[in-house]
């Protein structure tokens, strides 16, 4: 029986498939609690939403307050950035850290121009909510045929 190169790719390739599935399965047993729920590699989980008239956009952003966060827009670019310093008290010597100090800069590219001079932002229970407008140009309009 002979086998073709191909056969040998075929191989190859479906137990590079199953290692690196194997690798992503074992990946969190290394660390106590899986992976940081908190922050996936530096950035925050954001979800968007799209109302019809403004972009709606919610990141998770625990343990940081509004003075520790900063959010620019510029036409359709947003971006997010943030840090939270470690909170060892004073006198204190650290035997475990789980919650380490962190920064992030997420950025993103919206779907649409949005109307900077009527964004809006607030965060609650460590979620950071964005209410974007859309910008006057860019909303449908109605014409009437005479």
Do not use: C, H
């Amino acid at each position: 029986m002979y086998l073709r190169i191909k056969d040998f790719d075929k191989l190859f390739g479906t137990m590079n498939l199953l290692q690196n599935r194997l690798n992503r399965f074992s990946s969190d047993f290394d660390s106590p609690y899986g992976s940081d729920w908190t922050m996936e590699q530096g950035m925050p989980r954001t979800n968007l939403y799209d109302t019809g008239e403004q972009l709606e956009i919610r990141a998770e952003v625990p343990g940081l307050d509004k003075n520790r966060l900063t959010v620019n827009i510029q036409g359709n670019y947003l971006e997010i950035s943030g840090s939270r310093d470690s909170d060892v008290p004073e006198g204190y010597k650290i035997q475990n850290a789980e919650r380490e100090s962190v920064s992030f800069s997420r950025s993103m590219t919206l779907p649409v121009d949005v109307d900077t001079a009527k964004a809006s932002a607030v965060i609650k229970d460590g979620i950071l909510y964005l209410k974007l407008p859309k910008a006057e140009a860019v909303k449908p309009k109605r014409i009437t045929i005479a």
